[in-house]
């Protein structure tokens, strides 16, 4: 069945080299029901990611128009033919790769490189093939990343939530989808930080703070974050970071002082070539970078390929931070509930409606040191 929604619709540029966040804005979309193996869930809450800035920006393009959102929990409303992984009324977290479990990179064990997922969230489409998003004059609206959560309601690729506990409050669970996985998951998962191991991390964002948030769980000592805002420098101290530094060229060098010859991990959050080229400049010999922020993709970075292999050095990519996230998802959720992971903290600020979701993407472009949330049922 086809219902009317409302959404915040991001429609194309009209010119001009500085970001128009209001080319986002709420409009009465037309969202069909779930096919076979899909879901339709009521949202919740979302929340702002870069991801969906970059989109507004250009520096990652996609298809438009297009419903943005892609961290988010809800409840689910209905379910299609075929779908016994969750039924009406569960609590749910979105996770941005509907993993198809069949294809090499899912038999590999690496469900956050799955062919098909790629393949829909390029396009604008679900996994699960096609749209399901019309404005009112009929024109194809895309998803993003298989979800467009900054809606009222949601139609996905059953794939693309993991179940909560009934007790969760959604709010926070919203977070889990990518920051937590993102930041979280790349402690974890890639670098996989070993207790009393020095960390820097380069990029206070949400992402950056969840990072800051998994070396603190795991016990990695000193944890110092660098970033060019004092203000997520603060938020970074907040939340266990025991040295902060402003970015610049001589953050690497305070870094190899501070930690008597460079760091064992390092962290790019930021998405930035800075910020990738002092995180390596700050390892020690027998380092590890772990590069979790997504640059823009004419962005290059020179390497010098002797000094990794003299210094032993290793580069690491890290997509959702390498997460299984019906495996790692619900691991987060019980640290969070032991209070090891205080992940409520990452969104300090009183949410937004839909309406408002362009001026919070232009704090999120200026730094809002954070993340923050979007409230659907906010009038």
């Avoid at 930690?259 to 800075?274: I, L, R, Y």
Wanted: with cysteine; glycine share 14%.
């Amino acid at each position: 069945m086809t219902r009317t929604i409302e959404a915040a619709v991001l429609r194309a540029p009209k010119g001009g080299t500085e970001p128009d966040f209001s080319r986002i804005a709420v409009e009465e979309v037309e969202l069909d029901g779930p096919g076979d193996g899909e879901i339709l869930v009521d949202i919740r809450f979302a929340s702002l990611c870069h991801s969906d800035l970059s989109v507004l920006t250009g520096d990652r393009p996609r298809p438009l128009p297009m419903v943005l959102g892609h961290e988010a929990s809800g409840i689910v409303r209905e379910v299609g033919r075929a779908v016994d992984t969750v039924r009406p009324g569960d609590p749910v977290v979105f996770t941005y790769v509907a993993a198809c479990g069949r294809c090499g990179y899912c038999r590999d064990g690496r469900p956050v490189l799955c062919s098909r997922a790629h393949a829909g969230n390029s396009a604008g489409e679900l996994s699960s093939g096609g749209h399901r998003l019309r404005d009112r004059h009929g024109e194809t609206v895309h998803h993003h990343l298989g979800i467009s959560a900054f809606a009222q309601q949601a139609v996905v690729d059953a794939a693309s939530v993991v179940p909560l506990p009934s007790e969760m409050d959604l709010r926070t669970a919203a977070l889990f989808g990518c920051a937590v996985s993102t930041g979280v998951g790349a402690v974890l998962n890639a670098a996989k930080v070993g207790l009393g191991r020095s960390a820097a991390v380069f990029g206070c964002g949400g992402v950056g703070l969840a990072a800051i948030l998994g070396l603190r769980a795991v016990g990695a000592a000193p944890i110092i974050a660098v970033d060019l805002r004092p203000e997520n420098l603060g938020r970074a101290k907040e939340l266990g970071a025991d040295i902060v530094l402003p970015a610049g060229e001589d953050a690497a060098e305070e870094i190899r002082r501070l930690t008597g010859g460079g760091v064992h991990h390092a962290f790019d959050a930021a998405g930035a070539v800075p910020a990738i080229a002092s995180g390596y400049a700050s390892l020690r010999r027998g380092g590890k970078l772990t590069m979790v922020g997504l640059p823009n993709p004419a962005a290059r970075w020179e390497v010098p390929p002797a000094a990794l292999v003299a210094n032993d050095i290793t580069l690491c990519g890290s997509y959702l931070g390498s997460s299984v996230p019906v495996r790692d998802i619900p691991r987060f959720v019980e640290l969070h509930r032991a209070g090891r992971l205080p992940v409520d903290r990452l969104a300090p600020a009183a949410a937004i409606g839909l309406g408002e979701i362009g001026d919070g993407m232009a704090r999120l472009h200026h730094g809002f040191p954070g993340r923050i949330v979007v409230d659907p049922a906010l009038r």
